[in-house]
């Protein structure tokens, strides 16, 4: 199901509960009840309590959403370095140039075509991603220069490695849920407690005050659906993507 129909049916539900509710407890009020005198204690509660939790639902959604980015940075930073790699052994013998380039394309290839469907189903790395850093590692690094400019090329290259290494640990570290169970539990609870004080309010069964209630509700549906959408980077809704190794090898398309 596409996420944005399920956006659609999560907001006509949330919409569809609270007019159900409040055309429930209007049938069953005493005809005495008078919505206006609401105790000015119970308002001051409830505005309090819908600021709190808008307050918590932005951080919670600036959260989400500095993780995506994180995760994209480690992509872009993991295509870089292999990018650098592939440019600088040029200086390198052509036997030895070619052998550090086709590991290269292979890596590339392997987190394209596999690691990426991988993360996204298992929320993990693949093994053989990890054999072919270390084959690209011991490439470069057990080669001997012959010549003062491949010895000046060889330490940069080094260093790439481990930038490489580097951007595959961070990348790790992002795949999977960004937010705790405990904090989705204090998310859904607060969403809970902020519609149910609407219903303190004594609201009628007027156009206007279901409509405003039935806005509120969605609108609190919608951040949620949000923050799930962005929880995690690599496999959900607007993810970050591989395309940064496709840019910069645009042979691996074939």
Known sequence: MPDWLVLVLAMLAAVAVVVIITLLRDKRAAEDEDPSETPDVIEYMTMWIGVIYAIVLGLAVAGVWEARSAAQDHVQAEAQALHEIYERVRVYPPETRDRIRADVDAYVAQVVDKEWKEMAAHGRLSQHGAELLAQIRQDVTDYEPKTDFQAQA?????????????????????????????????????????????????????????????????????????????????????????????????????
């Not at 206007?208 to 919608?222: D, V």
């Open 154 to 254: 060889y330490q940069p290259l080094v260093d790439q490695v481990a930038a490489l290494d580097q951007a595959r640990s961070a990348r790790a570290d992002s795949t999977g849920a960004t937010m705790p169970n405990v904090v989705w539990i204090g998310l859904l609870t607060g969403a809970a407690i902020t519609i149910g004080m609407v219903f303190a309010l004594q609201i009628r069964r007027t156009r206007r005050e279901l409509i405003l209630a039935g806005l509120f509700s969605a609108t609190i549906t919608f951040m949620l659906f949000l923050i799930w959408d962005f929880d995690e980077p690599y496999s959900r809704g607007i993810t970050a993507t591989a395309q940064p190794f496709l840019n910069l090898f645009p042979h691996i398309r074939g």
